[in-house]
């Protein structure tokens, strides 16, 4: 490919085309990496992040078939920039499910609890969350890198530029692709539901019995001791549900690589 490259636009030394094709092709793992909340600026400093990107663009640009580029003008240029910024966002969009659902189920009982007051600032992604929503999502990621998910995204990214080389034309979109991503994203709401599931059917139960205690004993305030109650109950739940949990999210790694590989076939048509 170097070779090819080398015969480049009139006036562009060849030198200068291989490094734009090598940013053209970090640019699929520079976007998978900045949807993946593990790898947000706050966690990995920008310049070991940019030079791990680049050290595999570089790689995945050495492993592409030779193509001619003295055609690609700047627009065509800014096409293939884009193009594979989509296909970068495509892959991190759906490893980061897991990962935003357990942040999401921890939001959901923060709330039924009441502690959402309680918010904090997550490094992570630089937004705020409750604890427990933080509490999960620091789970998802240790999991997702002690696991091995950062070797599976990069492994499903290399062998994405199989079925999409970087001098592929435009994905072609029909309804079944968009018919996949919107499964995602119902799939990441049910997710997120499930995870929380048995701790809200405990808060509901606690309510009910703050509730009927209330009515024969209304002297008592109970809204100030459903706090407390809920808080606890909630927390010795999680306690007993983290194995679940963890099993859960492995299980749902697992298959991400899958799914990705059956996205890109189907745009790759």
Do not use: C
Not at 75 to 80: D, L, R, V
């Amino acid at each position: 490919m170097a070779g090819a490259a080398a015969g480049g636009m009139q006036g562009v030394p060849g030198w200068m085309m291989e490094l734009l094709l090598v940013g053209i092709a970090s640019a699929r793992f520079g976007f998978a990496f900045a949807i993946i909340p593990l790898f947000a600026q706050n966690t990995i400093p920008a310049t070991v992040r940019n030079a791990i990107i680049l050290t595999f663009g570089g790689v995945a640009f050495a492993l592409q078939p030779n193509f001619m580029v003295q055609d690609i003008g700047t627009f065509g240029w800014a096409i293939m920039l884009v193009r594979e910024a989509g296909i970068g966002i495509a892959i991190g969009f759906f490893f980061a499910t897991i990962l935003w659902a357990m942040e999401a189920a921890g939001e959901i009982i923060d709330a039924k609890v009441g502690a959402t007051i309680g918010q904090i600032l997550e490094p992570n992604g630089g937004t705020m969350t409750s604890l427990t929503g933080s509490l999960l999502q620091r789970l998802a990621h240790v999991l997702f890198a002690a696991w091995g998910g950062l070797l599976l995204l990069v492994g499903t990214i290399m062998e994405s530029f199989v079925i999409w080389p970087i001098a592929r034309s435009w994905p072609v979109l029909d309804p079944q692709s968009l018919i996949l991503f919107e499964g995602e994203f119902g799939r990441l709401m049910t997710l997120a539901l499930v995870f929380a599931a048995p701790i809200l059917v405990m808060l509901y139960v606690v309510d009910a019995a703050l509730g009927l205690l209330n009515r024969f004993a209304q002297q008592l305030n109970v809204f100030s001791l459903s706090l407390s109650i809920k808080s606890w109950a909630a927390t010795a739940l999680l306690l007993i549900l983290v194995p679940l949990l963890a099993q859960a999210v492995l299980m749902d790694l697992s298959t991400r690589s899958d799914v990705v590989r059956a996205v890109a076939r189907t745009l790759a048509r």
